[in-house]
Nanobody, 123 residues
Framework: QVHLVESGGGLVQPGGSLRLSCAASGSIIGIETMGWYRQAPGEQREWVASITRSDVTNYKDSVKGRFTISRDSAKNTVSLQMNSLKPEDMALYYC?????????????????WGQGTQVTVSS
């Protein structure tokens, strides 16, 4: 069993900063891509940023230059530094990880999700 736990959400004024963190735990052999998604009320969940095992990063256009994703592969953690936050960034943010585990003699690759952490941007 694998668990992802996010932290770091909260209330911030427009222009402010927050740092989200996510820690994966369980019977993990390795983690390929880790990423962040978000879902605003009444909207579909959308991808925000991702980072590969080789530390290659990708970002949604609207967050480029403002958000930075990073990971510590030794600790199975991923973070999202969010600067210059805007009201449209307000959402429930989810951590995602593609995790390799053992099932008997087989290696499985499975996507896991955290429970979400709320980011509120308001004056």
């Amino acid at each position: 069993q694998v668990h992802l736990v996010e932290s770091g959400g909260g209330l911030v004024q427009p222009g402010g900063s927050l740092r989200l963190s996510c820690a994966a735990s369980g019977s993990i052999i390795g983690i390929e891509t880790m990423g962040w998604y978000r879902q605003a009320p009444g909207e579909q969940r959308e991808w925000v940023a991702s980072i590969t095992r080789s530390d290659v990063t990708n970002y949604k256009d609207s967050v480029k230059g403002r958000f930075t994703i990073s990971r510590d592969s030794a600790k199975n953690t991923v973070s999202l530094q969010m600067n210059s936050l805007k009201p449209e960034d307000m959402a429930l943010y989810y951590c995602n990880a593609n995790v390799r585990t053992m099932f008997g003699s087989m290696t499985l690759s499975t996507d896991y999700w955290g429970q979400g952490t709320q980011v509120t941007v308001s004056s």
